[in-house]
């Protein structure tokens, strides 16, 4: 439904490789200072199925937090940015993270939404981590773009997979209420010292597993973030620096920028769709979740629709299109959308946004033919060119729920799986769920491991999916990418705040379910000059008579209850 | 689902027409030595007793449409329900648990602004189709049925065919990739000085892009049933025709049309009771690109509601109200094939 910045980050290509992994993940370090809802009182009802769980509930069933630092960051986490790995990473003295196999053998089925082109079902990368595990995963990979198309219709058959991956920005219409009837609570075997069995899972910071406690039970192994935005305007470094295009920091500048860059005739745009970039530099709250959209303004709380940088955001994007410095590709819907690493190779845009870990993975699969090319993120800036605001987005957005039917050696094998997948930086188990099986996929150059053109092709998200370390940007190959992506982070953190319901997971009830469902389609519309703003004016104006004003009611007795998280 | 039943019922009452010759023939055999008289007038048992064989061997089909086709109908008492499919495994189970709403659903449904754009979508899309699309089969088979040489003759049935197998996902592209704002034909307008086309993505020209792809894809697949009712036509009435000094046209009028009009008549009513179905896929790869403003049918409005937004009821209401405004294009467009003095799907 609504349009948001994490959204992007299933963007129209591949967040993969091990930088989507690294780069949706938050610091342990911020953890410390962020758990506003552990000191808040009270909370609704551990069994209900909307609301939310927090205080001494939550405390009842969350993991001990077991710290485990195999590396230390040569940049610690700082304003909500990931952990940062830039020196050379020492291959020959890796850690192992897990000594014995803990997968019994089963087989366990998991679908998970996938950006870009799944390898076949054998392949090396699949093998090999199945083999270190002991558990033979089977993956039912899905197109990432259209996941929430196909997630209901599976969640509402008898023929649900043992792991099913959810996404937060697909939790709509009535998944909520499926994730809690559908999928198992993993409470026995994670809450309290339990987690300590899997001490990786045991290392992922507690306000992750906070947000995976869905219906007052512990179902979600989730996928820790870095609490800034995700969404990076990268641009064509070496392209600007060729034409003296200078990095704009006003909405207009950007605007004029575009327009200078733009040569239809030489097949040249200036951008793709900017809309996520628009809600950050206008100020406007996250559409990623429910929750994350309302904020107490004044003493009253407001929903992002309702806000005025809502309205202006859409409008300098329209504009944007209405000038036709978009490429055309842009206006095409998301069942038709490409992959945009091809043309932004070939230059016909220079600007896009998408997940940070774009950043690297456009770096690396250009390096080899290409090396001229060189791609950068453009710090984000205030629309007027003043102090911006940005707005945190969750601290972990991508679960792995089990299928209530699993047995519980099914429930073990996940448990192994994610284990693995969730070691720390300088382990095998990380090189292992990140690069592949050297010789492979990656080769070690100078010591420093390169991927190989299969490693690019099966190493791609997948195991990632399955829990993850705390958030963290590391990439041997390439670690002035990794360097300039935490800058960024933290660039942005300095000026990002936390609104009202930041960090709790909330159920809303399901009659308002789809209140707002419509309401990215119509941004979309009116971006692409098919609607005017006035139709979302109008389209607000019936979403509080049709419920959102009692949905208002709905969420401030939550804030009464739990307190604010906002900073 | 139950709208997809309409035509197929239909189809199979039109089999049926063909039956009784092939029965009465049959019945000869059998045993009984019943009186091969006209069927009509024996008694029901008797004919029962004497086709009991052939009505044997219709019951596996009879099953098939009952499972597959009746069965499912039974699942249209969510359009009744706030039905949740989440809160049970089973869903016969999930629908006993849900809560009723009697007629709150259509009632939405009828004051919902994006239902009635999905209609006059639908009914312009039909009409349209209708009018550019319905007539090319026939005008193809013609053409075809005029050419001589065997072996251009395959050669060029062989090509109108072949776009009927690509799927939706490679036509789109395909078109994309010659007519989008960065396609080829935008790319040399520009190098010729004009402004880019983008035909893909004008909500405006969205009805003739689908017809237009509609009919690249499968008008030339539309020309079999028109081909094979062509060779049935008897040489001698041509070859009369021609004795009576008619030319091409008037043979092409007098003889090939009259010889096409049972048939035409049979798939313009079978047409009419489809007209709500436009063409789901073609139709939901291309809904973001022109907005649901332009695009939704009711088909798609159907999928976004109940497998998107997971209101199952509301769209299972909606896909009841599509059914039984077909089931009411159907007989209508049927009797004004009787009222023509053509059998339509089934004989009077």
């Given at each position: 439904m ?26 342990t370090?911020?953890?410390a200072?962020?758990?506003?809802l ?6 609704s ?12 509930d ?9 710290a485990?630092?195999?590396?230390t ?11 940062g ?21 089963g ?17 090396a990368?699949y ?69 300590k ?5 045991a ?27 995700n ?36 097949k040249r ?30 003493g ?17 994007t ?13 206006k ?7 992959d ?17 870990s ?16 060189e ?13 911006p ?5 969750n ?43 050297e ?6 150059k ?28 590391a ?22 705040k936390?609104?009202?319901?930041y ?26 000059g ?16 049709k419920?959102?004003?009692?949905l208002r ?5 939550i ?6 998280a906002?900073? | ?26 019945a ?79 009632q939405?449904?009828f004051?919902?602004?994006a239902f ?7 009914l312009?899309l ?34 109108l ?17 010659l ?48 081909l ?21 046209w008037?043979?092409?009028?007098h ?59 509301y769209?299972?209401?909606a896909?009841?109200?599509k ?26």
């Open positions: 609504t349009p948001n910045a994490a959204s992007a980050s299933t963007g129209s290509s591949g967040p993969s490789r091990r930088s989507f992994l690294a780069s949706t993940a938050v610091a370090a911020a953890v200072g962020g758990m506003p552990l000191s808040a009182c009270g909370g009802d551990s069994g209900s199925r909307d609301g939310t769980t927090s205080g001494k939550a405390k009842k069933i969350l993991p001990t937090y077991v485990s630092n195999v590396v960051p040569d940049i610690p986490a700082r304003n909500g940015s990931s952990i790995f830039t020196s050379e990473l020492d291959m020959a003295g890796l850690k192992t993270s897990v000594p014995k196999k803990l997968g019994k053998g087989k366990v089925t998991v679908m998970s939404p996938f950006w870009g082109s799944p390898p076949k079902a054998d392949n990368y093998t090999g981590m199945n083999d270190l595990i002991g558990v033979d995963v089977v993956w039912q990979n899905q197109d990432g773009n259209t996941y929430e198309q196909k997630l209901g219709a599976v969640l509402a058959s008898s023929d649900v997979p043992d792991v099913v991956v959810v996404p937060g920005w697909n939790m709509n219409g009535r998944i909520p209420s499926a994730i809690i009837s559908k999928f198992a609570d993993l409470g026995p075997h994670l809450s309290g010292d339990a987690v069995e899997y001490p990786n899972l290392a992922i910071p507690t306000d992750a597993w906070q947000r995976s406690i869905f219906g007052g039970k512990l179902r979600g192994l989730p996928m820790p973030s870095a609490y800034v935005s969404i990076v305007p990268l641009y064509r470094k070496d392209i600007f620096d060729k034409e003296g295009y200078e990095v704009p920091t006003t909405a207009d500048e950007f605007h004029a920028l575009a327009k200078e860059i733009t040569n239809a005739k030489a745009w200036a951008c793709l769709d900017m809309k996520w970039t628009a809600w950050n530099i206008f100020g406007v709250l996250p559409g990623d979740e429910k929750g994350l959209m309302w904020n107490l303004v004044d009253k709380l407001i929903n992002r629709m309702e806000t005025q940088e809502y309205l202006e955001a859409i409008e300098w329209r504009k944007l299109f209405a000038d036709e410095l978009v490429h055309p590709d842009a095409l819907g998301k069942s038709s959308a490409t945009p690493g091809p043309k932004f190779a070939a230059g016909e845009f220079l600007i896009y946004n998408n997940d940070i774009q950043w690297y993975s456009r770096t690396a699969e250009q390096a080899a033919q290409n090396p001229d090319f791609v950068w993120g453009m710090d984000l800036f205030a629309h007027d060119g003043g102090t605001t940005f707005w945190a987005k601290p972990a957005g991508i679960f792995a729920f089990v299928n209530k039917k699993a047995s519980k050696s099914v429930i073990q094998d996940v448990l192994a799986v994610a284990n693995v997948t969730a070691a720390p930086y300088g382990t095998k188990e990380y090189m292992m769920t990140n690069y592949g099986v010789g492979t996929h990656y080769t070690l100078d010591g420093v491991p390169v991927k190989t053109d299969q490693g690019n092709l099966d190493v791609l998200n997948a195991y990632v999916m399955i829990a993850s370390p705390a958030s963290t940007l990439h041997p190959d390439f670690p002035e990418v990794a360097r300039g992506q935490v800058e960024w982070q933290q660039k942005v953190g300095a000026h990002t936390k609104s009202s319901f960090g709790m997971q909330i159920t809303e009830p399901s009659r308002w379910a789809n209140l707002s469902s419509d309401f990215e389609q119509l941004e979309d519309d009116i971006i692409r098919r609607k005017k703003i006035g139709d979302m004016q109008q389209a607000v104006s019936d979403w509080k008579s419920g959102g004003d009692q009611d709905w969420y401030q007795k804030l009464d209850e739990n307190g604010s906002a900073s | 689902m139950s709208h997809s039943t309409v035509p197929r019922s239909g189809a199979g009452a039109a089999d049926e027409k063909d039956k009784p010759p092939v029965a009465s023939g049959g000869t055999g059998p045993d009984d030595g019943a009186p091969s008289g006209p069927s009509g007038k024996l008694g029901l048992r008797l004919r029962f007793r004497r086709d009991r064989v052939l009505l044997l061997m219709t019951l596996p089909a009879l099953a098939l449409v009952l499972l597959f086709n009746y069965v499912p109908i039974l699942g249209n008492i969510v359009a009744f329900q706030d039905y949740d499919p989440y809160i049970s495994d089973n869903g016969i189970v999930s629908m006993l648990h849900s809560p009723w709403v009697g007629l709150e659903n259509f939405r449904i004051e919902d602004s009635w754009d999905a209609v006059t979508n639908t312009v039909f009409f349209l189709q209708l009018v550019l699309y319905f007539p090319i089969p026939i005008l193809l088979a013609l053409l075809i049925n005029s050419v001589v040489r065997p072996r251009v003759r395959a050669v060029s049935q062989a090509i065919y072949l776009p009927h197998f690509f799927s939706w996902v490679l036509v789109i592209a395909v078109f994309q990739q007519f989008g704002g960065a396609g080829i034909l935008s790319q040399l307008l520009r190098q010729h000085g004009y402004d880019g086309l983008d035909i893909m993505t004008d909500p405006e020209t969205f009805k003739y892009l689908i017809t237009a792809q509609s009919v690249w894809k499968d008008a030339g697949w539309g020309i079999i049933v028109f094979a009712a062509l060779s049935s036509v008897p040489t001698d009435l041509y070859e009369a025709a021609a004795m009576d000094g008619a030319g091409r008037r043979r092409m009028w003889v090939t049309l009259p010889a096409l009009r049972p048939v035409i008549a049979l798939l313009l009513v079978l047409r009419v009771g489809d007209a709500l179905t436009v063409g789901f896929e073609q139709i939901l790869l291309q809904r973001d690109s022109v907005g649901p403003g332009a695009s939704e049918v009711l088909d798609t409005f159907v999928w976004w509601n109940g497998v998107r937004n997971q209101d199952f009821g769209a299972a209401a896909g009841l109200v059914g039984v405004v077909s089931l009411g294009l159907v007989l209508a467009a049927n009797k004004v094939a009787h009222l023509m003095g053509e059998q339509g799907v089934y004989k009077k």
